[in-house]
């Protein structure tokens, strides 16, 4: 019997794997995502991941924010994601930022 080495997956493809398990009416951090992926320096990159996610893989891509808790830095997209976290129970402060320490998700 032959055991085949499966490929280490993509970086990329470990980006959409840790946001798909996300729990509802949670957020996690593009830092967090980085840091789960094996790559804690790379926030940036799990930006781009999400932005070229094709889009039949249906991610929560709305669920990942800023460690400060700020949505999407791409005006055109805030606007859904606060109305996509908002429908999860996702709540906000006066300055428009998640309440952080009642949804940020510590653990995958």
Excluded: C
């Excluded at 830092?31 to 094709?54: K, T």
């Amino acid at each position: 019997m032959e055991i085949k080495d499966e490929p280490p997956l993509s970086f990329f493809e470990q980006v959409y794997q840790i946001v798909e398990q996300v729990p509802y009416g949670s957020v996690i951090t593009y830092g967090q995502v980085a840091m789960l992926a094996g790559r804690p320096r790379h926030a940036r990159q799990v930006g781009y991941a999400l932005h070229a996610a094709p889009k039949k893989r249906r991610l929560p891509w709305h669920r990942v924010v800023n460690r400060l808790g700020e949505l999407s830095p791409e005006y055109a997209f805030t606007a859904r994601q606060r109305e996509l976290l908002e429908k999860e129970g996702v709540t906000f402060n006066s300055n428009g930022l998640i309440n952080m320490k009642r949804h940020l998700v510590m653990a995958l």
